[in-house]
Nanobody
Framework: QVQLVESGGGLVQAGGSLGLSCAAS????????MGWYRQAPGKQRELVAI???????NYADSVKGRFTISRDNAKNTVYLQMRSLKSEDTAVYYC?????????WGQGTQVTVSS
């Protein structure tokens, strides 16, 4: 079992910056990657960014150049730094990890970008 606890998020003006963090606990040695997804009202959940255990990253085209995912292996924490935020970035952001071939999700944190 893996538990994910997110923090960060909130309300920011368009063009601003915001950071999210997600701390993992439990069977962390089995984690294959960690990442962030988001779900806007009326839309499907979509991938934002992932980072593997060796530091390889992958981003959605919509956030490339604006968002940065990173991880601190000593703290078992993954971060998402978001810059140049747009109104279309408004969504609930979920931390995600694949561990022992099971998907785990955080509780979600709201990010609202006002225009």
């Amino acid at each position: 079992q893996v538990q994910l606890v997110e923090s960060g998020g909130g309300l920011v003006q368009a063009g601003g910056s915001l950071g999210l963090s997600c701390a993992a606990s439990g069977s962390i040695s089995s984690i294959m990657y960690m990442g962030w997804y988001r779900q806007a009202p009326g839309k499907q959940r979509e991938l934002v960014a992932i980072i593997t255990t060796d530091g390889t990253t992958n981003y959605a085209d919509s956030v490339k150049g604006r968002f940065t995912i990173s991880r601190d292996n000593a703290k078992n924490t993954v971060y998402l730094q978001m810059r140049s935020l747009k109104s279309e970035d408004t969504a609930v952001y979920y931390c995600n990890t694949l561990a022992s071939m099971r998907n785990y999700w955080g509780q979600g944190t709201q990010v609202t970008v006002s225009s």
